[in-house]
């Protein structure tokens, strides 16, 4: 099902135009992106950030999703969001851009325009209402008073990957920092890349949160839930053009599983087979459908 999004703004609003979704499945907060991805050389400019994929795959997939977000007047993107509830997506001076740039599998990672961070009073009752809440912070945008106000007001199942809280800048390069682990109190579920976090860190994961996932690229994902461990295979894509966005596929998948099955395990399968699929294009376009994921589940590629 679609739904007619308004894709003008306006100077003289601080709220995008929109057609508002009644009861959206999912809440995505964190910043819209103008990303910039060089990938061996080849530049190409476009829509970023977990709140654009998450929230776009999980409409792909069939749940009502909106996002909560800051962008400036400049952005450039809000036809490709048909579809999502813009309603909570309000102004800033310009929008947050991030350079992606690979060389040899390895990315490197510049920051330009870093926005106002989403407060309380930027999130509106709908998303409260919302059956889950995903947090994609891309460099560190939503506050801890915004976490806790989350948790205190809404039954939400919530998700979080922290890998916006575990960047600095100096000049514009981004560096790691590390990780405020009493965020995790206002969470149900984790997902963080082993490459995120040093091994002992990873420990404490399980200890502060009931619900942890450990993507570890082609060796799959391990899954630690209500005191058991599970492994969770890696599938392979047809072909590898842009792997950004890929841990914000995965975690459509996962919810979308986890909100009908209530298993970590399924929900982490269905999401790691998501994710293979969001590989296989550049940006957003990669983002398979619900048969198509459960196909490669059903048939992985050899």
Not at 99 to 115: A, D, K, S
């Amino acid at each position: 099902m679609k739904y007619l999004i308004l894709v003008s703004f306006s100077l003289q609003s601080n709220k995008m135009p929109f057609q508002n979704v009644l009861l959206m499945d999912l809440a995505v907060i964190g910043c819209l992106l103008h990303d910039v991805l060089d990938v061996e050389g080849m530049v190409r400019r476009c829509l970023g950030g977990p709140a654009a994929y998450t929230s776009l795959a999980a409409a792909r997939l069939g749940l009502k999703a909106g996002i909560v977000s800051k962008v400036g007047a400049d952005f450039r993107y809000f036809g490709a969001l048909e579809g999502l509830d813009l309603s909570a997506v309000s102004r800033q001076e310009k929008t947050t851009v991030f350079h992606n740039i690979y060389r040899n599998g390895v990315r490197t990672q510049r920051v330009g325009n870093i926005g106002e961070r989403i407060q309380p009073k930027d999130i509106p009752k709908s998303c409260l209402k919302a059956k889950a809440i995903h947090l994609g912070p891309v460099f560190n945008e939503i506050s801890p008073e915004t976490m806790r106000f989350l948790r205190e007001n809404s039954r939400a199942f919530i998700t979080l990957d922290p890998q916006g809280f575990l960047r600095q800048e100096k000049n514009g390069i981004v560096f790691p920092k590390e990780m405020d682990f009493s965020l995790l109190e206002f969470v149900d579920a984790v997902k963080v890349s082993e490459k995120d976090l040093p091994e002992e860190d990873l420990c404490i994961l399980g200890e502060k949160c009931g619900t942890v996932i450990v993507t570890k690229g082609k060796k799959g994902s391990t899954v630690f839930s209500r005191g058991k461990e599970f492994n969770v295979p890696f599938f392979k894509a047809s072909k590898v053009v842009d792997e950004t966005g890929a841990g914000d596929v995965f975690m459509a998948g996962f919810i979308k599983e986890f909100l009908e099955s209530n298993d970590a395990e399924k929900a982490a399968l269905f999401g790691s087979a998501a994710a293979s699929f969001a590989v296989e294009d550049f940006g957003v376009k990669g983002i398979g459908t619900e048969k198509e994921i459960k196909g490669r589940i059903k048939n992985p590629l050899a």
